[in-house]
């Protein structure tokens, strides 16, 4: 160690570089891959499991089914979800699952601003992403309802917006979950979790 600071190289002395991700360099990214941003920090998705696609399935299902004739809107990934656009314009993400109730944020390959409602199912690879960073970002930028799906523990744990603090709720797989955001529906989470 050095006696003094004037002894450190401009190397020591100096943060890492690391690099701010924007929505600019996604649209530059390989599309054989795929790729969110979160706060400028960038994450490589890998492939989800059959039991994961299983699930998004089903719940896409109930959704479209409950949502037909209905103003609102169910996607599922890959989806670009500009999260701020608006500003710093340095989170794309991909949920799972999500419902649109504004068509005024579509674009031609996503949305610009926050959707009413997430989803997203749980990997072992993506836990922390989704249940963290994601967290923390869906709050921020006033995702009304937000599911975390946990096929591993068979639970779903809802996350609901409030005078913007999130309150939650735990279903196990054996009970049924209401969906806030849209009134009179509700999801038996024995037909999600099914083998």
Known sequence: MPDNENDLSVEETQPEYVKHYTFNDYMNFDDDERWEIINGKLFLMSAPTVTHQRILGRLYLKFGNFLEGKPCDVFFAPFDVRLKADTTDDTVVQP?????CDDSIMMKTGCK????????ILSPSTSYKDRALKFKVYQEVGIKEFW???????LTVVHILNNGNYYTKIFTETETAPVHILEGFEINLADIFAE
């Open 96 to 100: 799972d699952l999500l419902v649109i």
């Open 148 to 154: 975390i799906i946990d096929p591993e523990e068979k």
């Open 113 to 120: 601003g926050a959707p009413d409602m997430v989803v997203e």
